[in-house]
């Protein structure tokens, strides 16, 4: 590494709070050690540009780490060190929390795994975050051998890692020594990324992937190419954010769980990003609703009020050529996102980032010079999202031309005050600067309204020539660099009202369905013809009442087969079943539960069951509420009620499905051996002969 005068200028300005980020690259591909625990290491044992100074120091690094950091499943052992030598060292998450009833506190070590470790009150009052979530420290334990006390190990000296105390005036007072340039490459040399190595857009793009960390309530969407770090800052950068890769979401996890009337994830972090978006899976339409309820007003109504800061960040992959999306007629620059996302949610984002323009991750990329420590600037930025708000001045300030409507007005001020924070914390940007970020923020949220304009069939969203006026009184037109004179996108054609009979007319609006693939192309972009559309698929047949039969030794039922159809839209169902008492009865009752949570709307199961003599019932009662509590974190209650006479087998459910099963749950005969096909795949196993009866009530 060759430093330059940024890194003289960042080391001495703010001293003691600077680390090469190359070194951090080095080490981290050896680890899943938290980036800032690695920074405090690197500032500690790598403090000097000397290339043997700063090689023994990464051996140092690499020794601490190995020996103090405990892993999820090294924490016997390391109890066990402890004991056996009446001390220990360790780096882990610490968290303290007071016990109402013994009116003491106690700690809580993540990795070390351990929950009740005494703490003198000097450590947590002198590191107030320990109470607010938890810090991770270099902590010492000590071993307690007196069996008669409620602890094993106590707290000898605790020494935080992350930054303990921040003060943002100090933050501002030192920002005000760069210029906005400078401090630009500051803010993406401590992201890890070398500036000089970028165009000025690009640098603009990688700043927008932060708004979302400053600016409460802001719904950001990126789609691009695989391999350009879309997820990295809301993963690794800060512990104020957190990630969920694809898969379902329930509202139970994400917002309220009316079960154990807890709030979700959405009132604890800064923001929740959600990777791979296409991937996610949304079983309940409530969860929807909700969800367009929060992104437009940063509140929603489940059983309670829930007011949340929590910014959304939506990214993923987009396979086609950008070139023929924007000039097909039939497809959109949003036909990645999942089916349930309509034009309502789409039209809540506040910008959308042309991923497609930011380069795949490369080691030229990647700097190597110093940059702010990641817990530092993690800190700063919190403090700008929860005690900062620049919305009305910046609204104030912005002269927006008349195809500004709410929406997309509030867009383009929450993106232009993002920036603001980003660049500006404490100060004002000129006049140049700001209308440099207006222009970026009415790009990125008109490339929301030109999808919107494409997938409606009429004029609602037709104002998408958005500007402003700058200094001068000039009114400038912001255009997206791929639609720039695209007639499909600009001007998309328009179709006509349904017939009264449900017919579609052959001008109506294209289907913007996801089937039909678009292929890649590396070439000029040749005009596109409409794409031919499958008419639509024919529509399942109803279920029908019925009787189904099943003999002995048949194989391709599972409760999921059997029931899964049947249960669709239900909110509450009553099983009667007198026989789940025993382990493989309540392992069944578990699958059964399985699928109702799959069902995805379903949130209270009733079990009415039976029992011989009261111990059957505690031990059965034991173990239903594991699978209780389990049900509670997806927002299912279980309640269980005991009859001392049950004859009955049913599955009742208030869609007006009534199943009336002949033996129950019971319907498998037993594997002869637990590692034969069939064991785990109840399709794959064998069954019991029996009736099974659906009917349909009103």
Known sequence: MKSDSLDDKLNDVFEGRCVRKDLVQQLKKGTNIPTFVLEFLLARFCASDDPDEIAEGKQAVTDTIQKQYVRPNESNSAQTQVKLEATGQFIDKVKVTHNEKEKRHWAELQNFGSTRVAINERHFSENKRLLEGGLWCEVTLGYNPVEEDKYTFYVEDLRPIQISRFSYEEFAKLRGEFTRDEWQHVILRSVGLEPENLTPREQLHFLARLIPLVEQNYNFLELGPRGTGKSYVYSEFTPYSTLISGGQTTTATLFYNKVKKEVGIIGFWDVIAFDEVAGIKVKDPGTIQILKDYMANGHFNLAAEVIAPASLTFVGNIDDSIEQLVASENFDLCRPLPKEFDLAIIHRFHGYVPGWE???????????????????????????????????????????????????????????????????????????????????????????????????????????????????????????????????????????????????PEASKPNLSPEPTIQKTTTEPQPVEPT????????????????????????????????????????????????IRTKHQILNFLRFCEVCVEVGTIDTITLVTTYEHDYQKTQALEQLNIVANSLSEHGVELKIQFKTTLHDRSLRADNGWIIQLGRGLDIFLPPDDWLEIGSNDYNLRKCRETTITYVRHS
């Open 532 to 579: 031919k559309v499958a008419p639509e698929a024919a529509l399942p047949e109803p279920l029908r009442e019925g009787e189904l039969r099943i003999f002995h030794g048949d194989r391709g039922f599972s409760y999921h087969t059997l029931f899964f159809a049947h249960l669709q839209r239900a909110k509450k169902i009553v099983l009667e079943d007198p026989f």
């Open 358 to 504: 930011i380069p795949p991750n490369s080691s030229n990329l990647l700097t190597d010079h110093y940059g702010l420590i990641t817990d530092y600037l993690a800190e700063a930025f919190h403090h700008l999202f929860g005690k900062v708000n620049l919305f009305a001045i910046t609204k104030e300030r912005a002269k927006l031309n008349n195809q500004h409507e709410g929406r997309d007005e509030a867009g383009v001020i929450k993106t232009v005050a993002g920036l603001c924070k980003l660049l500006h914390p404490g100060a004002t940007p000129s006049d140049e600067e700001f209308e440099e970020y207006l222009g970026y923020a009415i790009e990125i949220r008109r490339r929301v309204k030109e999808q919107l304009n494409k997938r409606k069939s009429d004029d609602e969203f037709a104002n998408i020539n958005l500007g402003y006026f700058n200094t001068k009184g000039e009114e400038i037109i912001v255009e997206c660099p791929e639609s720039k004179g695209v007639a499909a996108t600009l001007s998309p054609a328009r179709g006509t009202l349904e017939a009264q009979d449900g017919s579609t």
